[in-house]
């Protein structure tokens, strides 16, 4: 079955610095998706992506879909404690409607 | 406008009891799906319901079942409750198929 996985499991920043995290799938996709969860609270949707390629940024965030539609990554610059959470990337089959969500990459912000 | 609400909030049962959890979505909104999240993991897909029929299973035992009913809420059945179906149970509404999802705030269900 499909598969998707998420690196690395936990990142650790210190408060201003850039990191990336990296969203692998077993078979194309013909969406991603990423959410956001909070300690204690449940997973916040962030954005879509469905073309190959794909690039879309909401303010520190750059998302980004691989040509191949089988990888994604999350990139977030200038890293703030609101940004503390779990990021999870949710892929999604063609004409198979569910979300396949990876494990998710834990994120701590060091001030 | 009120988002995806779940009730109950918490819940304890024993082993081999049954249980049932219920969403209603977003207003508007006619597909519902249903998750577990075991600490630590992320999200595993149970069921997705769109205008009423299941559009989806994921890899759950019969004891899990689920419906939607004609005003889209939603309601997720477990028998034969065992300790390992200890999770926090989501319920996820979207308008259609393939977009974006919008999660309630869960039902943690604990098996003793």
């Known amino acids: 079955g499909q598969q998707v996985m998420q690196i690395p499991q936990y990142q650790h920043v210190q408060e201003g610095e850039d990191f990336t995290t990296y969203c692998n799938s077993s078979t194309t996709l013909s969406n991603i998706q990423w959410y956001k969860q909070r300690p204690g609270g449940h997973p916040v949707f962030l954005i879509q992506l469905v073309k190959s390629g794909e690039v879309k940024k909401q303010k520190r965030l750059t998302f980004q879909f691989g040509e191949a539609k089988k990888n994604s990554s999350l990139h977030i610059t200038a890293t703030q404690t609101t940004d503390v959470g779990t990021y999870f990337c949710?892929?999604?089959?063609?004409?198979?409607?569910?979300?396949?969500f990876g494990a998710g990459t834990t994120v701590t912000v060091r001030a | 406008d009120a988002g995806v609400t779940q009730s109950p909030t918490h819940l304890i049962k024993t082993r081999g009891q049954h249980v049932t959890l219920r969403c209603s979505p977003i207003?508007?909104?006619?597909?519902v799906s249903w998750y577990q999240q075991v600490l630590g993991q992320g999200p595993q897909f149970i069921f997705q319901?769109?205008?009423?029929?299941?559009?989806g299973r994921g890899n759950f035992p019969d004891r899990f079942s689920a419906r939607q009913f004609p005003n889209y809420s939603s309601e997720l059945n477990v028998n034969a409750l065992l300790l390992g179906d200890s999770a926090l149970y989501l319920c996820?509404?979207?308008?259609?198929?393939?977009?974006?999802?919008?999660f309630g705030q869960g039902t943690r269900l604990t098996v003793v």
């Open positions: 207003s508007g909104h006619k597909s």
């Open positions: 319901y769109y205008e009423k029929e299941e559009r």
């Open positions: 949710a892929g999604v089959v063609t004409n198979d409607y569910k979300l396949s």
């Open positions: 996820a509404s979207s308008i259609d198929l393939n977009t974006e999802a919008f």
